[in-house]
């Protein structure tokens, strides 16, 4: 009867060293491997979020600048400002 025992034990622990090691094992790096993969599809999106943003960022930059060297140009053409009204006319209040 304990020759039975033992083999049962020994039949438990060939099992568990040759079948439920290893699909542990094997579990826990393909768990990692998932992480990995996306990590690196996360990274890659932020990349190319950040890239967009760069050209959005650049795009507004230039047209600020077109528009601002225009008004400029316009400022420069311009004639002077004319007073218009007396200062006769203005009333000074305290």
Same mark, same amino acid.
């Given at each position: 009867m304990e020759a039975s025992v033992d083999r049962r034990r020994r039949i438990l622990l060939h099992f568990v060293l040759g079948i439920g090691l290893p699909s542990l094992l094997l579990g826990y790096l393909a768990f990692r491997g998932i992480r990995n993969d996306?990590?690196?599809?996360?990274? $890659?999106?932020?990349?190319?979020?950040?890239?967009?943003?760069?050209?959005?960022? *650049?795009?507004?930059?230039? $047209?600020?600048?077109?528009?601002?060297?225009?008004f400029l140009d316009a400022m420069a *053409?311009?004639?002077?400002?004319?007073n218009r009204i007396p200062t006769s006319c203005v009333r000074w209040t305290i």
């Open positions: 996306t990590a690196l599809l996360e990274k $890659e999106r932020l990349g190319k979020h950040q890239g967009i943003s760069q050209r959005i960022i *650049d795009s507004v930059n230039d $047209e600020i600048s077109a528009v601002e060297a225009a *053409d311009a004639p002077p400002p004319v």
